[in-house]
């Protein structure tokens, strides 16, 4: 499966963007998808994950109430809205897909970043 990240962009504190993973080549009915980021000098961290089959959703303690991810599988997309952007959020986004049935844990994330797909990263930029 090739993934394909956008949406990226600039935006002030408390303002809102949508990223996209979209996906080609598989279906990601069978797929977990999750978004991580990356801020200068920080390491990877697993923002969200929506899971195959209802499998449920994770959030990072940090996004919880912001961010929303979805899934629409007709289109082979899962999109990330979010809201009330801040500074801290600032960082290189970046899709992922692992065939596994649950990712609703933190643990479940850290084993998502072993997998071998993973979409090109998208700029997100939030000012004061």
């Known amino acids: 499966v090739q993934l394909q990240a956008s949406g990226g962009g600039s935006v002030q504190a408390g303002g809102s963007l949508t990223l996209s993973c979209a996906a080609s080549?598989?279906?990601?009915?069978?797929?977990?998808i999750g978004w991580f980021r990356q801020a200068p000098g920080k390491e990877r961290e697993g923002v969200s994950c929506?899971?195959?089959?209802?499998?449920?959703?994770y959030y990072a303690d940090s996004v919880k109430g912001r961010f929303t991810i979805s899934r629409d599988n007709a289109k082979n997309t899962v999109y990330l809205q979010m809201n009330s952007l801040k500074p801290e959020d600032t960082a290189v986004y970046t899709c992922?897909?692992?065939?596994?049935?649950?990712?609703?844990?933190?643990?479940?994330?850290?084993?998502?970043?072993?997998?071998?797909?993973w979409g090109q990263g998208t700029q997100v930029t939030v000012s004061s």
């Open positions: 929506v899971a195959s089959n209802d499998g449920g959703t």
């Open positions: 080549g598989s279906t990601l009915d069978y797929y977990a």
């Open positions: 992922a897909a692992d065939p596994i049935p649950f990712c609703a844990t933190p643990q479940a994330m850290e084993v998502m970043k072993m997998t071998d797909y």
